[in-house]
């Protein structure tokens, strides 16, 4: 987006001059364990969330893992390959860090860490993300090609504000998924103690087919198609 397309007093900068540290163990491999510090991996970012880690280092090695630095709560984690683009925040800092992502803390006086996630989530961020990717079964971004990639905001207060109306929106949907979840669970509760806890010894099977008629639908032959002059066109 070129500055002249920009709202008015947005501004636009590479990426390293509104990130203060970037945070990557590309071209390392942890020791793995069955429990200890959580492992951030590639596959448990998923549409602006950590998912719950299913791979651990050993609370003994985590300092001598974590040599490259530190996650701090509300640090921006982002896929760099396999795939490219999902982005989440850091929301407990005793995690550690594994390849495949890059995690980024902001100028504090320059960019709101949230409001850079949102750009990356964004239309915009991802187009700018895959137009720099490179590789030809996986694609990826190199960290000194994403450093340079330009990230368009507002000043300060605006980020903040932009920040509050979409957090506030993703916290009513997250409300809803989990009604939603509740609901289904009673449906599965109720389910299994009417048909199957409940279940009168005395019930019976019966053959479907003596209490319902299945009408099977026509099949054409492309002799006996033909154009349609009214149907609608989008």
Known sequence: MSNSELP?????????????????????????????VPLITAKVVKNGKILEPNEFIHNNGYKSWMTRGFPRINDVVLTTEAPLGEV???????????????????????MDNIFLKYYLQSEQGQYELDSRASGT????????????????????????????????????????????????????TLFREWFIEKADEGWGEVRLGDYVKCINGYTYKSSELMESRNALVT
Request: aromatic fraction near 6%; charge should be positive; include cysteine.
């Open 137 to 188: 079964t996986v694609f990826g971004i190199k960290a000194s090609v994403l450093k340079n990639m330009p990230v368009s905001f507002p000043p300060l207060a605006e980020q903040k504000a932009i920040v509050e109306v979409l957090s506030s929106l993703d916290d009513k949907i997250d409300l809803l998924h989990k009604q939603n979840q509740t609901l289904e669970d009673m449906a599965q």
């Open 88 to 110: 989440a925040l850091i929301k407990d800092s005793n995690v550690a860090l594994a390849q495949r992502i890059i995690t980024m803390r902001c100028y504090p006086d320059i």
């Open 8 to 36: 008015k007093g947005w501004s636009t900068k590479a990426l390293c001059e509104v990130v203060e540290s970037f945070i990557d163990y590309r071209g390392k491999t942890p020791k793995k364990t069955l429990f200890g």
